[in-house]
């Protein structure tokens, strides 16, 4: 087990908010050249899982209910939806620990990846749109665009938050 | 530096998970969705928070608006000054035409006058806008913004710059119906443009007029164009009224079936001039 220092933790946690500001900005921005909403990365599941694959020390259980809640107020459709999409995230992330070693950073991509359908799926799951009209090209290139994203808070946690 | 201690990150302990802690906040979300779904939580919270949160999302998206609407702008203007070009262009052509025109009338003038032919062509017009194309008990019907107070006449003929359009039928006081000239109830006399082969054309119902029987043996081809033949007093001589664009054989093969496309249609049209013929 690794304990990280008063220092560490304090840059995560700054990082953390700062990035969940920004993306508050971005997810409300319509960028010029994408004109369909259905293709925007979902910015704040790439960012919870990127917390957790990089083993955030301040987040538990109920910090990503309460992160969860206070993303539904911005762009959730059910208080609560993001909340459950999160502490399941770390529900599968602990049993995929449970099962598998992961060290190499193929493994991570492969977990990242995994996470991310699996949190779409709880989203769409809970979604209040019945009917999935959305072309699979659409959500194909919206999950491609979640996972860049991760990768890239998970590089930026990792470059700020080293000694 | 990293020391190794297990208290802090006890949620990321491989060997214990918090396993009622996660039961109690699943179904607490369960629950919440299910109190929001039911009552409307989110979309009132959300609508309290408008206020706060539209100026802030407006000032987010104002560098991305003014790149879009720059970008119109200059598109915007591109498109004008090219649709200018061609206007001018087209108007350049009407104007040796519309010359060409006032020669051809004052030769007419002339002839007729050698001739002893007199004809008054005095039209006055009220030009009025399309309202509406609809069907009215199964017949097509073209409303437009004129009426009774604009001294539109049951009966008079309508055109407008591509040709004829119809027959005032209805007229109340600010509208006035249209029979248009592909109603199964129409029918107008008409002659070729080269003077050749007087003839009845008829409405069919399906946006084109037809010559149900004509004699096979005439000249008449495709792309031939109809105008009035001015023989009903009605319609005055020489308003364009459609092309031929096909020749149907008939069960007798002394005749033929003509069909006409007119070169108005009323949907493609907004202005139209009703005639008020002076005899």
């Given at each position: 087990m690794i304990k990280k220092t008063t220092l560490e933790r304090r840059k995560e946690r700054y990082l953390f908010v700062v990035l969940f500001i920004i993306l508050i900005f971005l997810s409300n921005l319509g960028t010029p050249w994408i004109e369909e909403s259905n293709m925007m990365p979902n910015y704040f599941i790439a960012l919870i899982i990127s917390c957790i694959l990089n083993k955030n020390s301040f987040l538990n259980l109920y910090k990503l209910l309460i992160i969860g809640l206070i993303v539904d107020l911005f762009?959730?459709?059910?208080?609560g939806q993001y909340g459950l999409i999160f502490i399941n995230i770390y529900l599968a992330y602990f049993i995929c620990h449970k099962i598998l070693i992961i060290k190499a950073a193929i493994q991570l991509l492969a977990l990242n990846i995994f996470l991310t359908v699996y949190s779409f799926l709880i989203l769409w799951a809970t979604s209040l749109s019945y009917g999935l009209v959305i072309p699979f090209n659409l959500l194909l290139i919206q999950f491609i665009l979640t996972i860049i994203a991760s990768l890239i808070f998970t590089v930026l946690m990792k470059r700020f938050t080293k000694n | 530096m990293a020391k190794i201690n297990s208290r802090d990150l006890r949620l990321f302990?491989?060997?214990?998970?918090?396993l009622i802690p996660f039961v109690v906040l699943f179904f607490l979300c369960l629950v919440l969705m299910a109190t929001d779904y039911r009552k409307q939580i989110l979309k009132k919270i959300k609508k309290e928070a408008f206020v706060i949160s539209s100026p802030i999302t407006y000032l987010i998206n104002l560098p991305v608006k003014i790149f879009r609407d720059s970008k119109d702008n200059f598109i915007t203007k591109k498109i004008l000054q090219e649709k200018i070009i061609n206007l001018e262009q087209t108007n350049y052509e009407l104007s040796i035409k519309a010359q060409e025109n006032k020669l051809l009338a004052s030769e007419n003038k002339l002839l007729r006058n050698s001739l002893k032919i007199y004809k008054d062509f005095n039209m006055l017009g009220v030009h009025a806008e399309i309202i509406l194309p609809t069907v009215k008990n199964g017949h097509s019907v073209i409303t437009i913004n004129r009426g009774l107070k604009n001294n539109i006449e049951a009966g008079s003929a309508v055109i407008n710059n591509r040709g004829l359009v119809g027959q005032i039928i209805n007229i109340s006081k600010s509208y006035s119906e249209i029979r248009p000239i592909t109603s199964e109830s129409y029918a107008v006399p008409a002659i070729i443009d080269n003077g050749k082969e007087n003839v009845i054309l008829f409405g069919n119902g399906n946006g084109e007029l037809e010559i149900p029987l004509f004699p096979a043996s005439s000249s008449i081809k495709i792309n031939d164009n109809f105008v009035t033949s001015g023989t009903d007093n009605l319609y005055p001589k020489g308003i364009y009224i459609g092309r031929v664009t096909e020749i149907k054989t008939t069960n007798s093969p002394k005749f033929n079936s003509i069909i006409v496309t007119p070169?108005?249609?009323?949907?493609?049209?907004?202005q139209i001039t009703v005639l008020d013929i002076k005899k």
């Open positions: 762009v959730g459709q059910l208080l | 302990n491989r060997n214990v998970f918090p070169f108005s249609q009323p949907t493609t049209f907004s």
